[in-house]
T-cell receptor, first 113, second 110 residues
Framework: ETGVTQSPTHLIKTRGQQVTLRCSSQ?????VSWYQQALGQGPQFIFQ???????GRGNFPPRFSGLQFPNYSSELNVNALELDDSALYLC????????????FGNGTRLTVT | KNEVEQSPQNLTAQEGEFITINCSYS?????LHWLQQHPGGGIVSLFM???GKKKHGRLIATINIQEKHSSLHITASHPRDSAVYIC????????????FGTGTRLTIIP
């Protein structure tokens, strides 16, 4: 059973650029959630995907978008990067969208300069 | 005021001590999660509970739904328990829109 893997682990981008972060869910998990964690803060919910459909969204602007693929892997896309987008981006998969334990990846640390 | 408050923010203790971390929340929830985050950033889910008490090894989590309060206890603490412990609540069935506390940084001194 493979765990949740995220790529890349670190990334440096310039303000205004676009970035795509990737998450491979744990085997058998059809639900994935993305979180943004600024330094010294708790994670903030970005959105959740269930069976390729968005299933809930936090207070993030439309330039944060996502996709979930038929194999339940997922992407987070951020357009027009801003300095405040610098953070650790975490994804977590779960067995279903019900109340089931979350399995987190190690995150992608994004730095916007 | 944050919807999820944790205390203390920082905790330093000697190896072997009994540790308690508290979490209070102000919204209705369907489940509460306790998570452990190590310096590298990776998060491990410790417990998910909606009532009562759960135990796993030296870790115990309790929740009081009426008082909107949960505690995480660590017995016989060890330096490898040093990490940030985060409480998160799910307002409805489905884990969407999880709301997180800011975490408690625990340091266990040998």
């Amino acid at each position: 059973e493979t765990g949740v893997t995220q790529s890349p682990t670190h990334l440096i981008k310039t303000r205004g650029q676009q970035v795509t972060l990737r998450c491979s869910s744990q085997s058998g998990h059809n639900t994935v959630s993305w979180y943004q964690q600024a330094l010294g803060q708790g994670p903030q919910f970005i959105f959740q995907y269930y069976r390729e459909e968005e299933n809930g969204r936090g207070n993030f602007p439309p330039r944060f978008s996502g996709l979930q693929f038929p194999n339940y892997s997922s992407e987070l896309n951020v357009n027009a990067l801003e300095l405040d987008d610098s953070a650790l981006y975490l994804c977590a998969s779960s067995l279903d969208r019900g109340n089931s334990p979350l399995h987190f990846g190690n995150g992608t640390r994004l730095t916007v300069t | 005021k944050n919807e999820v408050e944790q205390s203390p923010q920082n905790l330093t203790a000697q190896e072997g001590e009994f540790i308690t971390i508290n979490c209070s929340y102000s919204v209705g929830i369907s489940a509460l999660h306790w998570l452990q985050q190590h310096p590298g950033g990776g998060i491990v889910s410790l417990f998910m509970l909606s009532s009562g008490k759960k135990k796993h090894g030296r870790l115990i989590a309790t929740i009081n739904i009426q008082e909107k309060h949960s505690s995480l206890h660590i017995t016989a603490s060890h330096p490898r328990d040093s990490a940030v412990y985060i409480c998160a609540v799910s307002p409805n069935f489905g884990n969407e829109k999880l709301t997180f506390g800011t975490g408690t940084r625990l340091t266990i001194i040998p």
